[in-house]
């Protein structure tokens, strides 16, 4: 797929990071990500919008940041683009080439051996699994293989959904092969230690992986041993989780992924894990979890001016939340999935009424009245104290669901696209519909940076600016990374009115 062989990729890698390696790591700080993933993404010449991934000489996937360590000529990294601009080489046509050559080669071998191997197999789900990602992506339009899944989309053709639903389920049931497969490897260190801080790239690993990095955090914060979890019954739980997030944009597994990862890094980089009790931090990890099950891609707001089955169904209040978190008790209601089946009757209704609070508390309506609450009680914290606590696992889950610009840019970038791409979507429909157009999800107002200028001076500054102030370690952790992004995207809305205006003036 890449336009370069992977042997002059690999070549040119190694010989960047040699070079790196010449200007001694120590000297660079975490807030060069970006630098070492422009480096490499140079190295690989490679845009922003390819995905890259690192290897070990063992093939074991390694995190790209500053936290990297040196290679040698004997132990050398190997880079490879994922992902990369697939217009110029006529993608869909080398797709369904790829497609019936596999075809082709699978009847050949079937007469030959009577079977087939396994390596086919693979192959063909490895095909299948890419066309479907390029199906699902609507800027990818273009390619003429998008095809709309939304609930909406999918209820008028009740043939095309039941034929999506058996491709879904096929694709389900490779995921959790791979996961099981992949969960009895040892993850490596290095990798359970990034897992711990903002710093952490989701692109590079793909969902049966992501599924493996969860146990390991149910497994790291030692939750089997203290609520007798089984492992089948956490990676039952786990992927259930996984087949109840949508093929959608914004709000989907990756996501629910990358929430659950920011609030396992703050519960190790704020130490609170020696402050709270255990049920707290299951309730912490697994409301982050939960926080998006079965998001439909659309907002509140959308449904309750479309006046939708959850609106009707939970009385305008929170229908969204209110569904993740019936979902979540839904996939805890089954034997198989429970990771609550051994705690007490107790336990269970403390763990079940956190859960509801947290998941709830993710309602951006609420924004104020949480904040302002812990406001309130900040001054004068107290971690005996139930009340004050109550509102700080709020305040985490919800740090947690929005700190993308918390993450380094060339991590964060990406998800404000997959976000607008959401938003506008609803926008369409809204409009379609003849509903109010939600107004930062009009597509025919809204620009990349001033979506975020005021996301980020209005929510996003004030929110961590509270939590820093209970745990100032933060500061550097999440309120540094906003404030940069934040001038980055001022500089960008400045450098857009410039030339806007400069447009009007050059009018004859
Ligand atoms: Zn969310």
Known sequence: MAKWSEQSLEQTARLKMLKVRGCSYSSVTCNDLCNVADLFRAAAEASPHHILKLYKANGSVVNIS??????????????EVV?????????????????????????????????????????????????????????LS???????????????????????????????REVRKKFLNMSSLRVIEEVRQQLKTPMFDNWQWEEPEMLVLLQVMFTDLDFLT???????????????????????PFHNFQHCFCVTQMMYGLIWLTDIWSKLDPMDLLILLTSALCHDLDHPGYSNVYQINAQTDLALRYNDISPLENHHCAVAFGILAKEESNILKHVTTEQYKHIRAGMIRCILATDMARHNEILNKFKSVQPV?????????????????????????????AVAEPWLDCLLQEFFNQGDAEKLKGLPVTPFMDRDKVSKPSSQTSFIRFVLLPLFTEITKLFPCLEQHILEPVRRALEYYSDLERATQQEAAAAVANKP
């Open 83 to 139: 992902a990369s601009d697939l217009q110029s080489i006529g993608v869909k046509s080398d797709v369904d080439n790829m497609e019936s050559r596999l075809c082709h080669l699978e009847t050949k071998v079937q007469q030959d051996a009577g079977n087939t191997p396994e390596i086919i197999d693979n192959l063909k789900s490895q095909v299948e699994s890419f066309k479907r990602k390029l199906e699902s992506v609507k800027h």
């Open 66 to 79: 500053p936290m990297l360590e040196p290679n040698s000529q004997d132990s050398y990294y190997r880079l």
């Open 226 to 248: 203290v609520f007798h979890i089984e492992v089948d019954v956490l990676q039952n739980f786990l992927f259930e989780v996984y087949c109840h997030y949508n093929n959608i």
């Open 381 to 409: 914290f107290d971690f005996r104290n139930k009340d004050h606590t109550e509102v700080l696992m709020k305040i985490m889950v919800k740090v947690s669901d929005i700190s993308n610009e918390a993450r380094p840019m």
């Open 142 to 172: 273009w390619m003429g293989l998008f095809r709309d899944e939304s609930p909406q989309q999918l209820s008028k053709f009740p043939a095309k959904a039941k034929g999506l639903q058996l491709n879904i389920e096929e694709e389900h």
